[in-house]
């Protein structure tokens, strides 16, 4: 086996090589034209020979065949590796080989173009960013250009991967990169010397981009490992940066990235290459153990987190099981409780359902439905009678209707709430056997189904108070007043009265609906919004005197009033004034006595010392200011030379088309004056005359408007013109002052950004250089400011003549 | 290899040659060793390292944190990785919980020539311990006058067993295992002496290089030293070789003269090489009078202007004598390697490439056992040189800090070095190629994707 894949190795390798030699597409093109002729000539001897074409599709078809066979066997000759010689693989080999291999060829050569295109389209002298980065480079700039031809391939195409400010490597540079390198081991040597080359460059996002693009080949090529490894500590020094003397270059927060992703790495490849290389292991155990680096330690991170995981789970197994063996060993007991508490509130219902048996006989009127006219009154009707159908609670049954609700809460809060647990539990539970389990579940979801039955029946029965109860206890109080009045009612009249009272009752119960709602809406307005409501029930409510409707009464015509008065109540704003308000104080008030009322250590107080009366009211009047309506200030709305109109608001003039005056869509003036001069000779005799001279006028008027009009467009195109003139010379002078000191091209692009689209493109687009050059923060202005040269020998001026001044000042007569 | 190997059936080559191309081919093929691991138990910088001279099989350092840890480098204690990466932990290991330990650094641990069972280490604490290895416990100490920055046995010795000590202070002081007091006091340097090392041709010399810029050699059996190298004083080149040299005397007459130097020493170079300082002082003191000069001694045996000569600018950090004991390397803290011909006392003017050397602290050299090659540690870097030409021939990155010192150990052609980093590294010849069958592991191989 051995021995044949490695004979199948050397068999690569040769095709491999004549690949290389077969590779480029005009040799294809070559290779294929020889065949064809080779056929022409097989058909054209044939003819030659007078042999009689059978134009029979047989022939035809065998003619094909033929023709098939031939190219196929051609094939062989320009694709290299060729698999098996039948036909399939024979065309699956070569689109393999057309398609994957040719198109690594073109993605390498797009690379190569573009950086052969990058270069010659950016003349070096012109760049910034480009001048920028041989500074960097210091000295290496001269031989780059030297040993650019020596570098070849690998060496242009890493240098452009590297030369990005991207946080990766561009994948198609990077995947160019790899079918390079992969084709020869030269080529790998150079890669390899190449990427330490770039290591030592003194910019961190180089240095970051070259450490990805090692890594990829670290963990692919051997040769390329053994290369790295006699460096290692060199690398290490360069990408760790654990030498004190060899620092990371700038810019720092790069700087730290590379360094995490550094030491990732060479965890990384002590993981798996470890035992290969000795270096390796040096490497991560004197970063490790000597200088106490952190290392993600991913691999035994995510075992850790897996063992906890699992460890989790097995717990909460163990809970499971626990829980499920104890509730198979008092399931029983359990499920008898349950079953006498169901039993006792069964009991009770039947009870309270036994005593109200008597009632709803008389309470139902069937040739009352007859009487009744429209239908939406025999729909309310219908519910209050349902409603009237429902037990409830009074004298008599109260200790029924006590037990319960005991019982009830007991269901709820704990058979329903346990058995909802135990039915989750077994779901969750894993057992051995599942036929005790799943009786069990099935039971109990019984159990639960029957519970629920019963909770709604003690709901339907009335005992269970309604959710809402809690909520805003006040309002249902309210409300639930009023539903027991009503209920009082229904149960205390007489049945000839009852109807009416029905009615009634009906209205009001609609009512109250309709109030509910509209409450919900606005809980907060409260008191106003029960206004309305009360104040209907008091004007169609007459009939029914009930104690409760009268207190509604009191109160809502108490509401009415303040309503009514909060409408016409003025809106203040706060003030001292207000503290006293109402009380007329005639009292003098103690001056500065707060808190000093008693004679104690605070000091005495002075009862002389008070403010009069009148004067505190001066104090305290009440201010205002005088606060102008703010109307909307028209624009100005004179036409632009855009086609626009002018946006300005301005009281009265704009500033730039004179007085604001109202105008119609198109700008154009509404002349006002016209109108009142219009009005002024409508006295006159000759309205004819007039007309003729208005039009006159306002031809001439017009006339004169647009020569203004083209004058004014000729002089904004001139000024137009004169300003580009002018900001273009501005920039060149701009630019030609500040190209001399770096600080000074920092300013000169900050105020690029005002001056045009141009120079914040250039300022945007973010190079290495970029990378590397320190922000201008607020501070540095202000320390530029504060401790330049002028401002301090002006502070030490002034300093040294306050001090003149002071000593002239204390020795007057010494000079 | 093959070729050299049927070279050597054919009888073409001799064993000697044979065995010496092997192993500087070998030399030349060190690279960091990624299957051997010396799991390092220190927690401050290795400052000595040492690979014992019987057997070749331990390795004895010592460290800053004031623990000295022994390893056997034969046999790996537990492998990793598959059995790929073979992992040496300490045998034993002594530091500061040990109830005689030492309290500051350890700047020095030397093994007992003769065998493994004793071993020396000297400390920033002012002593010089003497442990036994078996039963790790400490034998003998001996309280110095200021910090031990060096000490040094003799690897020849066969009548005494004096452990030189190179001490903040002036003097340096040879302690005797024997008596557990002091044989010898050697006054003459000016400054602490930094690096201590005995003479590889004769048991009675040893060699001191001190923070004065002085290396100077002591007949441990007369009063005084005999010789201060000069650096001005040189000579261009290495002597020819014996064999040839008495047919090309005149040619190096002239070609020493022609350097503008003293051709005296030259000439009489080729009379005797004893193998002890004896016949060494004679031909120094031989000399001495031709110059002529200035007759007076201020010490024994010594001229006063030659009693201030200096061999570096600054502190001599690392001294390292020639397997024949007939040449000295000499590293200063002016970052400058000198190789000195120990018979004449000249500075040869070999050029070594060195960039930076540590300053702060004595380094510790080492050289191949053929002397053709000398690896020093230059900060984090260990280069090999070619010790007559200065030329470079490898350099071992793999150290994130500063490389105190290096061993080598000829059995195996390895390299040891140590470091700030507190790693101890290996660098062996060549890697033994894995076996390809076990699946289990991650293959290192490529993968592109796409």
């Not at chain 1, 390899?192 to 890594?215: C, G, W």
């Not at chain 1, 700008?667 to 007039?690: C, F, K, M, Y």
């Not at chain 2, 016949?279 to 002529?292: D, L, W, Y």
């Not at chain 2, 400058?336 to 930076?356: A, M, Q």
Request: aromatic residues 6%; neutral net charge; proline residues 3%.
């Amino acid at each position: 086996m051995k021995a044949l894949s490695c004979c199948n190795l050397q068999w690569i390798r040769s095709s491999l090589s004549s690949k290389s030699a077969l590779l480029s597409a005009e040799q294809v093109g070559v290779a294929m034209p020889m065949v064809h002729d080779k056929k022409h000539e097989n058909t054209y001897t044939r003819t030659f020979l007078g042999v009689e074409y059978i134009h029979s599709d047989v022939e035809a078809q065998r003619q094909q065949h033929e023709k098939l066979k031939q190219r196929l066997y051609a094939l062989p000759a320009i694709v290299p590796n060729i698999s098996k010689m039948d036909k399939a693989s024979l065309l699956g080999d070569a689109i393999a080989y057309n398609i994957n291999e040719l198109q690594a060829k073109l993605q390498i050569m797009e690379a190569e173009r573009e950086t052969f295109g990058s270069t010659s389209r950016v003349s070096p002298g012109l760049d910034p960013n480009k001048n920028a980065e041989s500074r960097i480079r210091g000295p290496n700039i001269t031989l780059q250009a030297v040993d650019d031809e020596e570098r070849g391939k690998v060496g242009t195409l890493i240098e452009k991967a590297t030369n990005s400010t991207a946080a990766e490597v561009d994948p198609r540079l990077l995947k160019a990169i790899k079918s390079v390198v992969r084709s020869s081991d030269s080529e790998l040597r150079l890669a390899a010397h190449t990427l330490m080359d770039l290591m030592k460059r003194d910019h961190s996002q180089v240095r970051y981009l070259t450490l990805l693009i090692i890594d990829e080949l670290f963990m692919r090529s051997k040769l390329f490992r053994t290369l790295l490894v006699e460096n290692l500590d060199q690398l290490l020094a360069l990408s760790v940066g654990f030498r004190r003397n060899m620092p990371l270059p700038a810019p720092p927060a790069i700087a730290s990235t590379l360094r995490s992703k550094a030491i990732e790495f060479l965890e990384k490849w002590n993981a798996s290459f470890g035992i290969h290389y000795r270096q390796l292991r040096l490497g991560f155990d004197y970063l490790k153990n000597t200088l106490r680096f952190q290392f993600p330690n991913l691999q035994e991170t995510a075992a850790r987190i897996d063992r906890e995981r699992r460890e989790r789970e097995r717990r909460t197994r163990e809970i499971l099981q626990n829980k499920f063996e104890t509730l198979k060993t008092n399931f029983s007991s359990v499920k008898e409780e349950i079953r006498a508490t169901v039993d006792e509130i069964r009991q009770c219902l039947d009870i309270v359902r036994t005593k109200e048996e008597c009632m709803p006989p008389i309470l139902l009127d069937d040739e009352d439905f007859v009487e009744f006219r429209p239908a939406e009154l025999r729909q309310i009707r219908l519910d209050s009678l349902k409603e009237g159908e429902k037990v409830h609670e009074n004298n008599d049954n109260k200790v029924v209707f006590d037990a319960l609700r005991e019982l009830y809460k007991l269901l709820v809060t704990k058979h329903l709430a346990s058995v909802q647990e135990r039915i989750s539990l077994l779901i969750r539970v894993e057992v051995a056997d599942n036929r005790s389990r799943d009786s069990m579940l099935k039971e109990l979801i019984d159990i639960r189904n029957s519970l629920m039955s019963v909770k709604k029946d003690c709901e339907e029965s009335g005992c269970a108070l309604p959710r809402t109860a809690k909520n805003n206890e006040e309002e249902e109080d309210f409300w639930e007043e009023g539903n027991f009045g009503s209920t009082e009612n229904e149960i205390t009249t007489e049945p000839g009265k009852h109807k009416e009272v029905e009615s009634s009752n009906a209205e009001e119960k609609s009512k109250s609906i309709e109030d509910r709602n509209f409450k919900k809406s606005n809980k907060r307005s409260e008191s106003l919004a029960k206004v309305p409501a009360s104040s209907k029930v008091k004007a169609k409510d007459k009939d029914c005197s009930n104690l409760s409707s009268k207190g509604k009464e009191t109160l809502g015509s108490e509401n009415s009033v303040r309503s009514e008065l909060l409408a016409e109540a003025p809106v203040l704003k706060w003030g001292s004034f207000l503290d006293n308000w109402g009380s007329v104080s005639n009292r003098d008030t103690l001056a500065n006595q707060k808190g000093l009322e008693l004679d104690n250590h605070w000091g005495r107080v002075d009862y002389d010392a008070v403010i009069p009366a009148e004067k505190i009211a001066e104090l305290n009047l009440q201010a205002t200011i005088y606060q102008e309506k703010l109307g909307e200030i028209q624009p100005c709305r004179a036409p632009l030379n855009k086609g626009a109109l002018c946006q300005r608001r301005d009281l009265k003039v704009c500033p730039f088309h004179g007085p604001i005056i109202p105008r119609d869509d198109a700008g154009n003036a509404i002349n006002q004056n016209s109108s009142t001069e219009d009005t002024d000779p409508d006295s006159g005799s000759d309205l004819v005359e007039q007309l003729a001279k208005q039009a006159v006028k306002n031809v001439r008027e017009q006339d004169k408007e647009e020569a203004r009009k083209r004058k004014l467009a000729k002089q904004s195109l001139q000024r137009e013109k004169l300003a580009k003139v002018r900001e273009h010379n501005e920039a060149v002078l701009r630019d030609a002052a500040m190209a001399s000191t770096s600080i000074s091209a920092a300013f000169g692009e900050d105020m690029g950004e005002t001056v045009g689209e141009g120079s914040v493109a250039r300022r945007n687009k973010q190079t290495l250089a970029s990378m590397l050059r320190k922000k201008v923060t607020t501070k540095d202005r202000l320390s530029q400011r504060l401790l330049n040269t002028r401002a301090t020998d002006a502070t030490i001026r002034q300093m040294t003549q306050g001090e003149d001044a002071t000593y002239k000042e204390a020795f007057p007569n010494q000079w | 290899m093959w070729k050299e190997i049927g070279d050597r059936e054919m009888g073409k080559i001799r064993p000697n040659s044979f065995s010496s191309q092997i192993k500087s081919n070998r030399i030349s093929n060190l690279q960091l060793s990624n299957n051997k691991d010396i799991v390092s138990p220190h927690r401050g910088s290795v400052n000595s390292l040492q690979v014992d001279l019987t057997e070749g099989r331990y390795l004895l350092s010592g460290a800053s944190d004031a623990s000295a840890a022994v390893y056997d480098v034969q046999r790996a204690t537990d492998y990793e990785g598959n059995g790929l990466i073979a992992k040496h932990k300490c045998l034993f290991s002594v530091d500061k919980q040990h109830e005689k330990g030492h309290k500051y650094a350890i700047s020095s641990a030397i093994w007992y020539p003769v065998d493994t069972g004793l071993f020396v280490t000297g400390s920033y604490d002012h002593y010089v311990k003497v442990w036994d290895t078996n039963t790790t416990q400490v034998v003998m100490s001996f309280k110095m006058p200021g910090k031990v920055y060096r000490t040094a046995m003799s690897p020849l010795a066969t009548s005494h067993m004096l452990i030189a000590a190179g001490t903040e202070d002036v003097q340096v002081r040879l302690c005797d295992i024997a008596s557990g007091a002091f044989a010898h006091t050697l006054s003459g340097h000016r400054d602490g002496v930094m690096t201590v090392e005995w003479s590889t041709s004769s048991e009675w010399v040893l060699i001191t290089g001190g923070c004065d810029g002085a290396i100077r050699f002591w007949d441990i059996r007369r009063a005084g030293c005999f010789l201060v190298l000069d650096q001005s004083q040189s000579q261009l080149g290495r002597r020819p070789p014996v064999l040839a040299r008495s047919a090309a005397n005149k040619v190096n007459v002239s070609k020493s003269l022609s350097a503008g130097q003293n051709s005296l020493g030259k000439q009489r170079a080729p009379q005797k090489k004893v193998s002890n300082g004896h016949g060494m002082k004679q031909s120094t003191i031989g000399r001495m009078p031709t110059k002529g000069s200035v007759r007076q001694r201020l010490h024994p045996g010594m001229l006063s202007i030659q009693d201030r000569a200096t061999a570096h600018y600054g502190a001599v950090t690392g001294l390292k004598v020639t397997d024949d004991g007939m040449y000295l390397l000499s590293a200063g803290s002016d970052s400058r390697i000198k190789l000195w011909d120990l018979e004449s006392g000249y500075n040869t003017l070999v050029n070594f490439e060195v960039v930076r050397l540590q300053t702060s602290k004595a380094i510790q050299l080492a050289i191949s056992q053929d002397s053709a090659q000398v690896f020093v540690p230059c900060m984090t870097v260990v280069k090999a040189f070619d010790v007559w030409s200065g030329k470079m021939s490898l350099a071992f990155r793999g150290h994130y800090e500063s490389v105190n010192c290096c061993w080598f150990s000829s059995q195996d052609q390895e390299l040891y070095t140590g470091g700030n980093d507190r790693q101890i590294l290996v660098w062996s010849p060549c890697q033994p190629i894995p076996d390809d069958t076990d699946a289990g592991r991650v293959k290192d191989e490529d993968n592109w994707s796409d």
